[in-house]
């Protein structure tokens, strides 16, 4: 009986963790493109606050993306949703869509 709780437990501990790094990293950004440095695989977005990038206020960022091909989706002025992550590097741009 106490091997069945402490698999129970375990596995609720594991379930609890899994959904918060999924809701960590699923945190979706409101914002614009300011500009996009194809060359240099970068793009100026202005937006809201960042919660899971420690951001509270409005701001205006450039950010690495993480696959180049999305910048050739977007146009300046474009309303965009995204998503990013902090890197040794600076902030990286890990998703990206146009907003509806």
């Keep these: 009986m106490n091997r069945i709780i402490r698999i129970a437990a375990a596995l609720a501990l594991a379930v609890g963790l899994a959904t918060g790094a999924l809701a960590a990293q699923g945190a979706a950004i409101s914002g614009e493109v300011k500009k996009i440095d ?11 606050p960042a919660k899971n990038l420690g951001m509270d206020e ?38 990206m869509e146009k907003a509806k």
């Design 38 to 48: 194809e060359g240099a695989g970068k793009i100026t977005l202005k937006h809201g």
């Design 58 to 95: 409005p701001m205006t960022m450039i950010y690495r993306v993480k696959d180049p091909a999305v910048l050739k989706q977007v146009k300046v002025g474009d309303k965009v949703t995204f998503e990013a992550e902090e890197a040794t590097s600076g902030y990286t741009v890990t998703r």
